[in-house]
């Protein structure tokens, strides 16, 4: 079992920055992928990024790649996501997820989403 707990949501204006932290405990996280999802008001939860266990390989969607980074410290068993350049549209509950299947390819939980779920943090942009 993993337990997720996700921080570091709050308001912003478009343009500005944030960065979310999810803290993981239980079972090995170090050995875990981790991603990041998000659910807009209205909308399906959708896939934001990934990152292997290692750290080695990251995947995003195309609608955050290049304002968004996920980065992971396995010492501190936390995984972060700056984002930069907010948008609007960015506004959401951003969710933090873990999933065991470490051969598993970042795409594939793009798709089908990840075994562990926090509780989430909400993201607001204005305009």
């Known amino acids: 079992q993993v337990q997720l707990v996700e921080s570091g949501g709050g308001l912003v204006q478009a343009g500005g920055s944030l960065r979310l932290s999810c803290v993981a405990s239980?079972?090995?996280?170090?050995?875990?992928?981790m991603g990041w999802f998000r659910q807009a008001p209205g909308k399906e939860r959708e896939f934001v990024a990934a990152i292997k266990w290692s750290g080695s390989t990251t995947h995003y969607a195309d609608s955050v790649k290049g304002r968004f980074t996920v980065s992971r410290d396995n010492a501190a068993n936390t995984v972060y996501l700056q984002m930069n350049s907010l948008k609007p549209e960015d506004t959401a509950v951003y969710y933090c997820?873990?999933?065991?299947?470490?051969?598993?390819?970042?795409?594939?939980?793009?798709?089908?989403?990840?075994?562990?779920w926090g509780k989430g943090t909400l993201v607001t942009v204005s305009s």
């Open positions: 997820a873990a999933d065991s299947h470490v051969l598993y390819s970042l795409t594939y939980f793009q798709t089908y989403g990840m075994d562990y």
């Open positions: 239980g079972r090995t996280v170090s050995y875990s992928n």
